[in-house]
């Protein structure tokens, strides 16, 4: 009986033990896209968006092996690839054979023909699983497989492409925390997340700014410290953070389209407390839990 009461008080953390911070999951990074994805899958649903379309670019043994091939060159075809899908209509569609006039009817309606598609906002991440892999969330069109296949292959000599449709009726944050998961958290393997980007319109331009102001009035300033550069901090309530930005964006996109919001929040002089809106967001009490 000593022996095992021995035993189990051995197995008892020390005091420095329990004093080291557990080691995060994910890197600055990872959180900083985490929050983008979030962010403007949030938007989407604001706008009006029914759905997303995840589209996964590969690279080819052929492509790379190709004479004035480089690092950038996945990129550049990347953008040749957008440029083509904004210029396309659905008439260009059916003309060559990609669809039937009552698909184009079904899918974008009997009044768009010959309407560009236009704009696209997304937020791409970039890989080095294989020779390059790029993974696209973005307010696509409906695209026939087929048109994404040869086009691609067209571009970049890789046949290997995927796109899926994203239901947003889920929530938001579940559709961020896979993508990053399965994608992007291999840090340590020979599969690795290299680098992100995104459209102006994924999002809205300034919306960082908005996003610090709201970590900054959701402090909990009874629990204050001082820092290691000598000024007064305080831990950020991450939930009331939260709360505060989707009502945020409830006041701004409502009713309003993404190119006014642009617009409004082009300049970067502007004050965050005249927004559109803020009146309504920083009026509110803080959120009890």
Known sequence: MQRKLDNSFNQLPSLSDTNKKPKNRWSKKQKRTFRHLLNGTR?????????????????????????????????????????????LTPWKLHKYGYLTR???????GRNSYNTKFGHIGYLQVFTNEGNGVVHILGRFPYL????????????????????????????????????????MANQDSKTSYV??????????????????????????????????????SAPVQIDIAVKVWDSYLDCIFKDKPIKQVQKTFGSDDVLIDLLPGSSC???????VN
């Open 43 to 87: 938007v989407s649903q604001k706008i009006g968006c029914k759905d997303l379309k995840f589209v996964t670019l590969t690279t080819s043994d052929i492509c790379i092996q190709q004479v004035g091939y480089d690092k950038h060159s996945l990129s550049r075809d990347v953008v040749r690839l957008r440029q083509r899908i904004e210029r």
């Open 102 to 108: 009552s698909q184009i009817a079904r899918f974008y």
């Open 144 to 183: 026939p497989y087929n048109y994404l296949a040869s086009e691609w292959m067209d571009i970049h000599l890789s046949f290997d492409v995927n796109i899926t449709r994203l239901n947003l009726d889920y929530e938001a944050k579940n559709t961020a925390s896979y993508i990053v998961s399965q994608y």
């Open 195 to 232: 680098r992100s980007s995104m459209s102006k319109d994924w999002i809205f331009p300034g919306h960082r700014k908005i996003w610090m102001e709201c970590l900054h009035r959701s402090k909990d300033w009874t629990k204050q410290y001082m820092t290691e550069w000598g000024f007064w």
């Open 281 to 287: 967001l920083w009026s509110m009490p803080k959120v």
